[in-house]
């Protein structure tokens, strides 16, 4: 990189980082498991990338450079934080629905990561395909079980494909290091992610088609027609409510103990997140008046929708650009 570039302002600083930043969110969310975190992280590499400019030496490239901030200010951001996790990495599910307000204060919870914050560019329509595998919830639910080294290798080397010989100058790690620490992941992951995660989504008309279907029967609150539109072993994930329930009966049970009755009691947003088809949904409260509740991460599959996570936090609609109250 010529001196002149490592010189610039802010300006020219920006224009030669900024293209990597999304990049960099996805890949401090696989870190970390939270798209607050990521934001905030992503925010201080790019604070300490502003401030070492001036020293970096153009021997490795810019996008290998901010990596190896972006791994540094993860590995220490792990120190000190505790397990991101889903309900089912608590406990087997529930039969019973759970009491309003039910909470364990003590678990720090997975979060979504809205599509339009992470991955390629539109235009590149294999990246964007790679990115989204990549990003599925089941894969950084599982992720969140690995020792942080382990996880930074195992992203590095088979999410984002990077050269072992980099992985190992990015981590202080010899090459022979780096493959050990990267079958140890894969030996890991492998008991981590459910077989439920290897199904086959339909095709986009009939996705299409069961969203819609699944958007109409919750906002009027058709439980029958929701508990139809589930794969037999369908699970439903409520964080931050502890209990998660499996199978069509004990998900309708607890449909209808949680949605208020009534027609038109709720709206569901389509938007997309961790690559997977999601929707933010509004619930009326006693007064009428619908507002933010929670955001729908859903996982379709060819006999039905095989997975619900909703994320009950309506602090996540900013990260969808939407408001807490529909206009």
Known sequence: MKTEERDAGPEEFGRLTDPFRRELMAYCYRMLGSVHDAEDLVQEVYLRAWRSYASFDGRAS??????????NACLNALEHSSRRVLPSGLAGPSADAPPRGSRVPEVTW???????LSGAAPEDPAAVVAARAGLRLALIAALQYLPPRQRAVLILRDVLAWPAADVAGML????????????RARSRLERLVPAGEEITEPDEPEQRELLDRFARAFETVDIPALTR??????AWEMPPVPQWFTGREAIGRLLAARLPSGCGRGLLVPVRANGQPAFAAYLRGEDGALTAHSVMVLSPADSGIAHIASFMDPSLFEYFDLPRVPG
Do not use: F, H, K
């Open 110 to 116: 997975l979060e979504p990561l809205p599509d339009r």
């Open 62 to 71: 810019l996008r290998t450079w901010l990596y190896r901030i972006a791994t």
């Open 172 to 183: 202080g790690m010899t090459g022979a290091g780096v493959n050990s620490t990267l079958l």
């Open 229 to 234: 539109l589930l794969t037999e072993q369908a």
